[in-house]
């Protein structure tokens, strides 16, 4: 009895050691680096970065395109903040309007004064900030590994081609063109040739 006892007890403490060696191979495998880390906080306040600028226009112009989508842009940044917490890193959302990186900063700035003149304008900055978004995102895709970050971000990119499709629709409805500032002209015309997409 003494004898199986210790066999088994080998046997279990065995297959512990190899279980935390897995889960540890499997943590760090997927540890974020500095870059991915900074990427991901600056994708939260470009995200912020949609959402404010969304109510702004929504309160500004009382159109209900920015009230919709803004809500989408509040999950974007659920959606970051959720790997920003599960690898505890710290991150920091200011009030409405205000954002951590000067860039970002002076965007939103400029998109409150040329918001301002007409509701054809801020259709014009809805497209231009999905626009952005889209391709910054598709950097961040091209920098990492991680494939939880990746999900994330195509997942995001899924949101804001939909939104494009929206802001640019509503744009032409006017009369009206979007000329794109950051997407090639292809990847453009690619995205607005596609049908709304179903994202996760």
Known sequence: MRTKFFIATAIVMALFAFSCSNDE??????????????????????????????????????????NNIKNSEQSHM??????????????????????????????????????????SNALQIGATIEDLDIVDLEDYINETTNSVVISTYENLQCGSRNHLRSFVSSIE????????????????????????EQCN
């Open 25 to 66: 191979n499997n943590v760090n495998s997927e540890i974020l680096s500095q870059e991915e880390k900074d990427g991901l906080l600056f994708m939260l306040e470009e995200e912020k970065l949609a959402r404010d600028t969304y109510v702004y226009l929504y309160n500004l112009w009382g159109i209900n395109q920015f």
């Open 173 to 196: 409805n006017n009369g009206e063109t979007y000329t794109p500032q950051y997407l090639s002209p292809e990847e453009y015309n690619n995205i607005l040739n596609g049908s709304r």
């Open 78 to 119: 659920d959606a970051i903040v959720t790997i920003l917490e599960q690898n505890n890193i710290d991150y920091t959302i200011l009030p409405q309007g205000q954002f951590l990186n000067e860039n970002l900063q002076s965007i939103y700035d400029q998109f409150v004064i040329n918001g301002q003149i007409s509701s």
